[in-house]
């Protein structure tokens, strides 16, 4: 059972455009959300997260929606650059847990 | 700056072979995790040790131990190497905070294993 969910493998946005990475999950029970950034043959790198006391967090080029009620957050990325081209992951997890659960990750492509 | 350092990039082993991938992190965090990621199925937690010499299997251990003899240092080996587990490894550790909190997950470069 895929308890968070990327339903798009990947992305395809011209530079300086807005990318949108969706992510969806089902347990209730999350109330954490992170986004990791993972280039080709190294780790992932943490990037933004999200606690579901608020609905939007953001930093510098990158904010994270968090929809409680549709189990759904999205990053957004304005504006685009060729350098953010990496797969993204999102994590869920429930606090005071250990279990992060992840998504099956977005491949974002920006073209120059 | 934070680490995690994880002791081989790359690394080629017959089928049946042990194989022993290190880990070591500097930033004093309690929890340390292995995952293995594999191109359409994400990344899967393998073990979780929450303390020195204490573990807890994560969603797919079978075929692997892992071993926490000291705080910083957190290894995962593979009794005997089959090719189904070819994949790329990360370690990962985090902080144990308060009842409540969780904080992020800080990765290693991680492992590229492949069995032949």
């Known amino acids: 059972d895929q308890q968070v969910k990327q339903n798009s493998p990947s992305l395809s946005v011209q530079e300086g455009r807005i990318s949108i990475l969706n992510c969806d999950y089902t347990n209730s029970m999350f109330d954490y959300f992170l986004w990791y950034k993972k280039y080709p043959a190294e780790g992932p790198t943490f990037l933004i997260s999200?606690?579901?006391?608020?609905d939007k967090n953001e930093d510098g080029r990158f904010t994270v929606f968090l929809n409680k009620s549709a189990k759904h957050l999205s990053l957004h990325i304005v504006p685009s650059q060729p350098g953010d081209s990496a797969v993204y992951f999102c994590?869920?997890?429930?606090?005071?847990?250990?279990?992060?659960?992840f998504g099956t990750g977005t491949r974002l492509k920006v073209l120059a | 700056d934070v680490k995690v350092t994880q002791s081989s990039r790359y690394l080629v082993k017959r089928t049946g072979e042990k194989v022993f991938l290190e880990c070591v992190q500097d930033?004093?965090?309690?929890?340390m995790f292995w995952y293995r990621q594999d191109p359409g199925l994400g990344l899967r937690l393998i073990y979780f040790s929450y303390d020195v010499k204490m573990k807890e299997k994560g969603d797919i251990p079978e075929g692997y131990s892992v071993s926490r003899e000291k705080k910083e240092r957190f290894s995962l080996i593979l009794e005997s190497a089959s090719t189904n587990q070819t994949s790329m490894y990360l370690c990962?550790?985090?902080?144990?905070?308060?009842?409540?909190?969780?904080?992020?997950?800080?990765f290693g470069e991680g492992s590229r294993l492949t069995v032949l």
């Open positions: 930033m004093d965090h309690e929890n």
């Open positions: 999200i606690s579901s006391i608020k």
């Open positions: 994590a869920a997890i429930r606090s005071g847990t250990y279990k992060y659960i």
């Open positions: 990962a550790s985090s902080l144990r905070l308060g009842q409540g909190k969780t904080g992020e997950l800080f």
